[in-house]
């Protein structure tokens, strides 16, 4: 959707996804560090003294760290937090989170990106945050959907691809995710690490998403993401079990050693 512009000058971009669950349940995952690390990216809420949270973090991978001070905090509804380091050069981002119950057990989940600006020169930066929410969305709906209450942990490798103009082809090859149809049953050959599952997306033409078998039940991310005259490839497993944690202990190295050959030393 385009950029929104309102009277103030403030210009914004919105995503909605509907989650099984009652709002508490959206709330544990969109508002601390192990719900939100479950479905997006490592994520910490610190609190200040009154046991409130007044900042998180988000690891990205690859060095790149978002920082967001919050600024309002009304559980099991709503929170915002505002960021300095949404652009190099950039205004203040505004992010607000909001829960609303749809009954059934069912909520709908909103993020709203704003910032205040008299030009379009940001409106690329907020399309292309906006652009983002949606596979990361999926996740979240598969893991209320599946694996709700299960405890989770995170398999997290994001690097610059040795060979940019065939990162992607040569990473799909090597873990048979070649021309992947919604619906399909895949499974890594034997050179490679355990990657079992069922393909439920394909949101480009660069980047599939599975719900997993093997290593263990949960979620896999992968994708190629362009950066100029660079190309970086990502590997996210979310795995959810009470072992999730023991596996994904396990499978980060293996990943870690077997991804050196596609990407930059």
């Not at 652009?131 to 209450?149: E, I, N, Q, Y």
């Not at 398999?155 to 992607?168: E, H, N, R």
């Not at 949101?203 to 660079?230: I, N």
């Not at 944690?245 to 596609?262: F, G, I, S």
Request: with cysteine.
């Amino acid at each position: 959707m385009p950029v929104t512009i309102d009277p103030s000058g403030r210009r914004s971009v919105s995503v909605q996804t509907e989650v099984p669950g009652s709002p508490e349940d959206a709330w544990r995952a969109i508002a601390t560090g192990p719900g939100v690390s479950a479905w997006f990216v490592p994520t910490e809420f610190h609190n200040g003294a009154d046991g409130t949270p007044q900042d998180l973090v988000c690891d990205f991978g690859g060095g790149m760290v978002s920082r967001a001070t919050v600024t309002a905090w009304e559980p099991p509804r709503r929170f915002t937090a505002e960021s300095n380091d949404f652009a190099p050069g950039g205004p203040p981002v505004a992010t607000e989170w909001k829960v609303e119950p749809l009954g059934n057990d069912a909520c709908l989940v909103t993020v709203e990106h704003s910032l205040l600006a008299d030009t379009d020169e940001w409106d690329p930066n907020l399309e292309g945050t906006e652009s983002g929410w949606p596979t990361f969305f999926a996740v979240l709906r598969l893991r209320m959907a599946h694996f709700r209450d299960e405890p989770s942990a995170i398999v997290d490798l994001m690097g610059k691809a040795a060979a940019p103009d065939t990162a992607w082809p040569d990473l799909a090859t090597a873990l048979n995710l070649t021309a992947p149809t919604v619906g399909d049953h895949r499974t890594s050959p034997p050179e490679a690490p355990s990657l079992s599952g069922v393909i439920e997306s394909v949101p480009s033409d660069s980047e599939v998403l599975l719900r997993l078998e093997q290593p263990a039940p949960g979620v896999a991310h992968l994708f190629a993401l362009p950066a100029g005259e660079d190309t970086y490839l990502s590997v996210r497993l979310y795995l959810y079990s009470p072992q999730a944690t023991a596996t994904a202990n396990h499978e980060q190295p293996v990943w870690q050693e077997w991804m050196q050959k596609y990407l930059e030393t």
